[in-house]
Structures are given as C-alpha cells and as structure tokens.
T-cell receptor, first 115, second 110 residues
Framework: DGGITQSPKYLFRKEGQNVTLSCEQN?????MYWYRQDPGQGLRLIYY???????QKGDIAEGYSVSREKKESFPLTVTSAQKNPTAFYLC??????????????FGPGTRLTVT | SQKIEQNSEALNIQEGKTATLTCNYT??????LQWYRQDPGRGPVFLLL?????KEKRKERLKVTFDTTLKQSLFHITASQPADSATYLC?????????FGSGTRLSIRP
C-alpha cells in the first residue's frame, strides 16, 4: 500500500520543549514538503527538500529544523524558538519536473498543541 | 508579492446543482494549477491538475478551467451531492515552488 504516513496524530508538549514530527513515504518521490495550517487559513510552506541531503527554507522556517538523510523520511523539529507552535502540520511528497511540483500526496497530519 | 484568492465566504448549494468555485491570482505565472479537496482534520487530496497551455480539464463530475489572461481558474462540480461538502484548495505551481490558497468551504444541502 503506497502512501505517506505521519505520526503521531495528536501531540501535546509543554512550552520550551523541542518536538519532532515524523513523516515517511514509500512512493519513491524525490520531493518532500512540510506545511503548517492554522484555522481558516491555507497551507504555509515551512521547509522542502528536492533530494536527499538537501533542503530549503519555505516562507515560515523560523523556529523549525529538518533533515533528509533518507529518501523516505523527512522529520520536522519544532524548536522552542518557534513563537506560536500550536497548529496542524502536514507533510507531503511529490514528483517534479523543471517547471515545478506535480500533484502532492499528503499525510494525515499531526495536530500539535503546546501549553 | 504573489497572491492567491479564493471565495472567502462559504458556498451553500442545493443538491443536484452545479457548484462553481473561483481561484484568482496575481504576480505569478504558474506552469500548473491544481485543485485539492480537504475534509476536516485530514490532509488535502489531489483532484485535478491543469497546465498553463490547457483551457479546460474534466474528470467525471469535475471540470476545471484556466485563463492565464484573466489569471483565474474556475472549478465546477456538476450534479453536486452532500458527499461533495468539503473545503477546496487551489494551488499554483511553477519555478520549483507551489503556493496554496486558503480554500473555499462548500456545503451541499439535500
């Protein structure tokens, strides 16, 4: 069964703690993405990676970090420097050509609550 | 800066009618325009992709148009059903990036 998985579905943390969100795909896609979604808003790009061992900042990268050591995995760490971390986090993967990304396959999301 | 606008108000449609959603954009020349469906608490699901040189694309009850002169895409659901109720997102892709609109919430009443 091909797809993209995120874990956990719900995550609760105390303020000041770093937390890592997992994202795994078995679609053999080169490109992977992390988005943040706040209520009533669209998706905002945090980081993306077009190839293993390489990644770029998106529009709202401050307070987040990522790694891409394997093609299948793209974990996101929400650090204590992120001012407002409570949100719904979505991971996606896609194929691309020189013009841009094709359809994105999304995981089920992780809802992070920081108190 | 690049901007995407979708109907900010929710759309309420009678079952069986055609629902039409709008996506307008500025300061961007996308290679593709994509539409996604998102249900509450879930990740978006891809529906259709249309390229800049295509005017129209159809898939079952779905139809997308793309007017690069007007910088607008229209998304139609014909013979709408209550199961079509969801939030629909448009996304523009090009120059190795993709940006999403905030979505339009569609409700189909029986």
């Amino acid at each position: 069964d091909g797809g993209i998985t995120q874990s956990p579905k719900y995550l609760f943390r105390k303020e000041g703690q770093n937390v890592t969100l997992s994202c795994e795909q078995n679609l053999n896609h080169d490109a992977m993405y992390w988005y943040r979604q706040d209520p009533g808003q669209g998706l905002r790009l945090i980081y993306y990676s077009q190839i293993v061992n390489d990644f770029q900042k998106g529009d709202i990268a401050e307070g987040y970090s990522v790694s891409r050591e394997k093609k299948e995995s793209f974990p996101l760490t929400v650090t204590s420097a992120q001012k407002n971390p409570t949100a719904f986090y979505l991971c996606a993967s896609s194929t691309e050509d020189r013009e841009g990304p094709y359809e994105q396959y999304f995981g089920p999301g992780t809802r992070l609550t920081v108190t | 800066s690049q901007k995407i606008e979708q109907n900010s108000e929710a759309l309420n449609i009678q079952e069986g009618k055609t629902a039409t959603l709008t996506c307008n954009y500025t300061n961007y020349s996308p290679a593709y325009l994509q539409w996604y469906r998102q249900d509450p608490g879930r990740g978006p699901v891809f529906l259709l992709l249309i390229r800049e040189n295509e005017k129209e694309k159809r898939k079952e009850r779905l139809k997308v148009t793309f007017d690069t002169t007007l910088k607008q895409s229209l998304f139609h659901i014909t013979a709408s059903q209550p199961a079509d109720s969801a939030t629909y997102l448009c996304a523009l892709a090009g120059a190795s990036k993709i940006i999403f609109g905030s979505g339009t919430r569609l409700s189909i009443r029986p």
